[in-house]
């Protein structure tokens, strides 16, 4: 079994092609997958289809938009994407980000990797999106896209901001529900965080972002800030449409007492641009529907 | 009441009493306790929003109320488990129990949610009422017998587990949960889990004092307890209900906290409670003090940003300790040994050897040929197949030596100990080598792969030698050597869980070797691991006499000529190896080490050489079907390995088992 191993970097030979799509003329746009989910969406933004993503069916339930082509092949888990189909696939270049840099040399044995940071702890992540966004449209030859996408979500962040009340003062806590006990809260280092700034709403989590590897807090973290306004991030875990209703401090905070909770659609948390802008959307959404609280 | 037999008993050369002792972590948790409300006590005059007050009276007050009851709750009903099945080793986690209601849950919420929404409680029950009964069925043909029924829960248990990790990894934020589930939060912000766990503990200690009486004979050998008229299954069984009522509600409440079961009984029986009444009072009594003293600290520890251990993984840590170094004095029920089944004779082994070896090479091709792509299923072969193979044969090899090497270690651990249960995994070995590489990552983070197996050599051998050293004190108890391999597992997989917690980059590379995946292997890794393999195997074929040896004995070992001490040595440090590095390759959850040596036995258990042969070549075969298995079902999506290493060898293990194979004294 082993001796067929330095076959390893072996070409694309004519026995595949029956499995392969047609090798792309010259000419033609890269073809690239993308193992990040913030690339993906980078991608579709910028108007290119990629031809393979990870976890197709969880990114259409969590980030929801923009929506994903049918064409597009599923490549499982990111954390251990499928590299045979990968290789099957076979893009010209693959997006990913720097929380798979390990995966990088199994990557580069398939198509060359394009990697950009967004999330670094303690660092706000909205002008590394636009960075990488630039830094991807370069890449592929769409410069103006790239560079009107990154204005036009500056604009729209602005356009949003003039149509919050100035005056509504209120911190806001944006939060994930783990379970009816516990919950993420996102800091100026989260896309959450940083939209939220820029929409010139305070956050009401002074800390870092407590990301999912990082223990999960307590829901009376919450009572910290007594006039912030809650902001929570779908889905919601199953047990919390019985148990929510009945926690006691949950109900005794100022903000569900005085209705100042609301529910978000869901949203990819580790977004780039496009999920900052549907975060941006959804967050004014929200807060305008409640200022008088 | 229990003072006199407690101070009776306090062991020779220890100044503190065990009353003492407690009290003395009681007054610690109290004092923290006390802190942790002075900190809070509402200074503003009260007005109509005071958070100070509600936290207070929502959070703190209930949190405390929660610790002591779960902790005595978990006491109870551990004490009550091993009292009727007569099990030193029996509590919610080792028979599956709160696996079995943690898989329930999940279940329930992916596929049934309405059920979560109506009652929790019930599903948990449920799941872990399907998960002891399964345990029991399975091993009532051997009289359920300690070191089955730990087995056949543990078996029932990892499945279980696994299976819940695979369910959250296909349908959505799976770290999340699994650290609260994991791990056992203790946060609260209401008084519904307080009275939940406060009715169980009522009902539980008034059912336990009314069958008092029939609890005392059952602790009896089944004849006694016959001829004193006992009903005996009904009460047995009755007792065996009312302990996973109590225990599943825990882990609806809250969810798993392991060990506490486990440590709160025998802490007692070491504390000095003699009788069952003592024990009745005793256990609960120092469960509650183990957690409410844990959940002091894990909050003391903890910083703005959350919780930097979670309550359960903290027991351990707090726990694992005492329970190891007080555990040389226990007092065990001895049980026979489980038998070393039948022997085939010499030609038909070298027969079953052969057999074993198509097999495995069978399925390797299989692997390496067969597969899923985008239009279906696909036989490779030319061309194609020299491409994929770049990608698939990597993968077999890393599999197969991984595969084989935690067999030879599973192979060499069971017969130092003489012990069928001993094996890499259950003994901590696997998760040592755990604690070695955080230790070595907490040095430095960029630290390379080289210093990452040295650390994990270390930590996997550091704990092999603690087990053997206290196995040794203790003259080999079966159930002592489990009891402490359960601890320092416990031990360190809270360590390892710690550092995950912190969510660092260290986090990340924990947390991916943690999951254990060939994904990642390269042709570089392959040939390194079947190069380790052979390197490694090779001596142990030349030593085989004394591994034929040694399970019989010093006496007879050293009678025979035999060098002991070296011997012994360089078997451990060889085993230790073995571990670390098939636990850098697939992670340590596969449990491939525990079953191998076990699937091998009927080949040739009197012979050591057939044994090791046997058992690399079943652990080879069980881990390249596993890995192919884990790419096949989901495709794309791939699967942890060590789901269908479990899931494999698991029933096999638990069939021979329950066959009832003949014990030889």
Known sequence: ?293 | MVDRAMTERATAGRALSPIALWGLLAAVAALLFAWRISTQWPTAPAGDIDLDRIILFYSTLPRAVVAVLAGAVLGLSGLLLQRVLRNPLAEPSTLGISSGAQLAMTAASVYAPFLMERSQGTVAFAGGTAAVLLVLSLTWRRGLEPVSVVLAGMMVALTASAISAALILANGDYLFSLFIWGGGSLVQQDWGPPIALSTRLAVGAGAALLLLRPLTILGLDDASARSLGIARHTSRFLVIALAVWMATTVVAEVGVIGFVGLAAPALATLSGARSLGQKLLAAPLIGAILLWLTDGLVQLAAGAGGERIPTGAGAALLGGPVLLWLLPTLRLLEWPNLGTSGTSPRKAGRFIILLLLLLTLVAAVVALIVGRGPAGWSVAGGEMLADLAAWRAPRIGVAAAAGAMLAVAGVVIQRITGNPLASPEVLGVGTGAGAGLTAVLMVSATAGLDWQLAGSVFGSLAVLIAMLTIAARAKFGSERLLLAGIAMSALCSAVITATIAMGNSQSYVLLRWLSGSTSQATGADAWVALACLMLLTLPLFLAARWLDILPLGEDTARGLGLPIAGGRLTLIVLAAILTALAAMFVGPLSFVGLIAPHLARPIGFARARLHLAGAVLVGALLMIVSDWLSRMVAFPYELPVGLFASLLGGPYLVHLLAKGVPRHG
């Open chain 1, 1 to 293: 079994m082993i001796h067929l191993l330095p076959s390893r970097r072996r070409v694309l030979a004519l026995g595949m092609a029956a499995m392969l799509p047609p090798i792309a003329a010259k000419a033609a746009p890269l073809r690239v997958a993308a193992i990040d989910w913030g690339m993906l969406e980078t991608l579709i933004a910028l108007g290119i289809a990629p031809v393979a993503a990870t976890e197709l069916i969880q990114f259409r339930k969590l980030a929801v938009e923009p929506e994903v082509p049918r064409s597009v092949t599923d490549l499982g888990l990111r954390g251990t994407p499928n590299y045979e189909l990968l290789r099957i696939v076979a893009p010209d270049l693959v997006a990913i980000s720097s929380f798979y840099e390990y995966q990088r040399p199994m990557l580069e044995r398939i198509a060359p990797v394009f990697a950009q940071t967004v999330y670094a702890p303690g660092v706000p992540p909205y002008p590394l999106a636009e960075a990488a966004t630039l830094a991807l449209g370069e890449k592929l030859g769409r410069q103006a896209e790239a560079k009107r996408y990154v204005d036009e979500t500056s604009v729209e962040i602005t356009r949003l901001r003039a149509t919050l009340p100035a005056d509504s003062g209120r911190p806001v806590f944006v939060i994930s529900l783990g379970d009816s006990r516990h919950f993420r809260a996102f800091g100026r280092d989260s896309m959450f965080g940083d939209v939220l700034r820029r929409l010139g709403v305070e956050n009401a989590w002074a800390d870092e972002t407590s990301y999912s590897a990082a223990a999960p807090v307590g829901l009376e973290a919450l009572a910290r800030v007594p006039d912030a306004s809650i902001l929570v991030v779908s889905p919601l875990p199953a047990d919390v449409g019985r148990a929510l209703p009945e926690n006691a401090l949950w109900n005794a905070l100022p903000a569900v007492r005085n209705s100042r909770v609301a529910l978000l659609e869901p949203i990819n948390h580790f977004g780039c641009l496009p999920s900052a802008r549907r975060f941006a959307r959804l967050a004014t959404a929200a807060l305008a529907g409640q200022t008088h609280g």
